[in-house]
């Protein structure tokens, strides 16, 4: 069975610093999935990460994929306010079942 | 533009009574997931549906719950018998040819 581990759960950062948020997963996983979530809304897809190695950069935000690790990284540059949101990994399995992390929860102070 | 839509956004009912969750799909897709969300908390997995089937469904998916595809367009939930800790956000998602899967934005379902 999958498990998924996010750290830290909360995170306070000022604006314009760098910070890292850490997924570790259990067994090996088929893909790697980044979502933010915003308070009562719906999830966002951010990244898919297919393969060890993988790097994937939007914005202020980069996804990385360490399979021999079962380490995946979230890395947030110059923070500004609007990125202060629930972030959530996400291991799939085979069937597409998605495992969620438990999220974590940032929140980015002027 | 939502991948899917959700109906409705907001359900109340009293424990014990049935309720049916709506999920539309803007194109046509084969693979459909439910998931639940209890507040605070992480998303949890429910179920998997491909090509009018359930593909997976986990250990929360027990014989209160079912899904259908009943006109080939919408996708339903149905608790059959609702409980107080059914309460929780229920998102729907679809999925496609890269099996990434996108939310719909959820129906919020209180139990009294």
């Known amino acids: 069975e999958l498990k998924v581990e996010q750290n830290p759960l909360f995170l306070s950062m000022q604006e314009g610093k760098n910070y890292t948020i850490y997924c570790n997963y259990s067994?090996?996983?088929?893909?790697l999935y980044w979502y933010r979530q915003d308070p009562g809304k719906s999830l966002e897809s951010l990244f898919v990460?297919?393969?060890?190695?993988a790097v994937k950069q939007e914005g202020r935000l980069m996804a990385s994929l360490d399979t021999k690790a079962r380490l995946s990284t979230l890395h947030i540059t110059a923070a500004v306010h609007d990125l202060s949101a629930t972030y959530f990994c996400?291991?799939?399995?085979?069937?597409?079942?998605?495992?969620f992390g438990e999220g974590t929860q940032l929140t980015v102070n002027p | 533009e939502p991948e899917v839509t959700q109906t409705p956004s907001h359900q109340v009912t009293q424990m014990g009574q049935e309720v049916i969750l709506r999920c539309v799909p803007i194109?046509?897709?084969?693979?459909f997931y439910w998931y639940r969300q209890i507040l605070g908390q992480k998303v949890e997995f429910l179920v998997s549906f491909y090509n009018n089937e359930i593909s997976e469904k986990s250990e929360i998916f027990d014989d209160q719950f079912s899904v259908e595809r009943p006109d080939g367009s919408n996708f339903t939930l149905k608790i059959r018998s609702t409980k107080l800790e059914d309460s929780a956000m229920y998102f729907c998602a679809r999925g496609g040819d890269t099996h990434e899967q996108f939310f719909g934005p959820g129906t919020r379902l209180t139990v009294l």
């Open positions: 990460l297919l393969s060890n190695g």
């Open positions: 194109s046509n897709h084969l693979y």
């Open positions: 067994t090996t996983s088929d893909r």
């Open positions: 996400a291991g799939e399995t085979s069937g597409s079942r998605l495992t």
